[in-house]
């Protein structure tokens, strides 16, 4: 089976440039997750797909951080402009249906250096 | 919103001796609790996951524990291994499948 499948693997912008990652979940998974991971930190959660619905962006930086998943499956996360801080890596995951607790399934991710 | 504490930071052990690594939460919400393995350039890979109605689950080297009354989980390894070098994320899920991690552990295994 294939796994979570995302690109690029590494990026380099200068701050105020914009990027978009893309993100290919595994089959059949209506869930999908984008999580930010700063260097010697934990994952921490961006936002949050129900097939083409959004169940939780709180923490999603608005002003700057937009994410789509139009057709329920593939999803691209864009971050216009970006900031030094945004430096970290982005990790897509997702999971079967989030009615009920399941198991999450992490993409390598897409290391974002800002200069 | 929920909070996960994950200790030691670094953990350092000899092939064959055991490492234990502890977590606390905040949120009596929360029933799912994942333990990750992370190395380097890869994603998470999940290795053990134990539900609230659980106290301890095991999968050959490794076991969980859980402690609902003191918001309390632990992974345990036994017999580490080489391989087992790697950073470890526990994380505590709320209905809605939504995770918060703790902010990791490097563990490395000296031969």
């Known amino acids: 089976e294939a796994g979570v499948a995302q690109s690029p693997r590494y990026k380099i912008i200068e701050k105020r440039q914009s990027v978009a990652f893309w993100c290919n979940p595994i089959?059949?998974?209506?869930?999908l997750y984008w999580y930010q991971q700063i260097l010697g930190q934990g994952p921490k959660l961006l936002i949050q797909?129900?097939?083409?619905?959004?169940?939780?962006d709180s923490q999603l930086p608005k002003d700057r951080f937009s994410a789509e998943r139009l057709k329920g499956v593939d999803s691209t996360l864009k971050i216009q402009p970006a900031k030094l801080e945004d430096s970290a890596v982005y990790l897509c995951?997702?999971?079967?249906?989030?009615?009920?607790?399941?198991?999450?399934?992490f993409g390598a991710g897409t290391r974002l250096s800002v200069l | 919103g929920e909070n996960v504490e994950q200790h030691p930071s670094t953990l350092s052990v000899q092939e064959g001796d055991s490492a234990v690594i502890k977590c606390t939460y905040s949120?009596?919400?929360?029933?799912?609790f994942p333990w990750y393995k992370q190395e380097l350039g890869k994603g998470p890979q999940l290795i053990i996951d134990?539900?609230?109605?659980?106290g301890e689950k095991k999968d050959q080297r490794i076991a969980v524990t859980l402690n609902k009354t003191a918001k309390h989980f632990s992974l345990h390894i036994t017999e580490t291994q080489p391989e087992d070098s790697a950073v470890y994320f526990c994380?505590?899920?709320?209905?809605?499948?939504?995770?918060?991690f703790g902010g990791g552990t490097r563990v490395l295994v000296k031969p």
């Open positions: 995951a997702s999971s079967l249906a989030a009615r009920v607790v399941n198991i999450q399934y």
């Open positions: 089959s059949g998974h209506a869930t």
């Open positions: 797909f129900q097939n083409n619905g959004v169940v939780d």
């Open positions: 949120d009596s919400a929360s029933n799912y």
């Open positions: 134990i539900r609230s109605n659980v």
């Open positions: 994380a505590a899920g709320v209905p809605g499948n939504k995770l918060t």
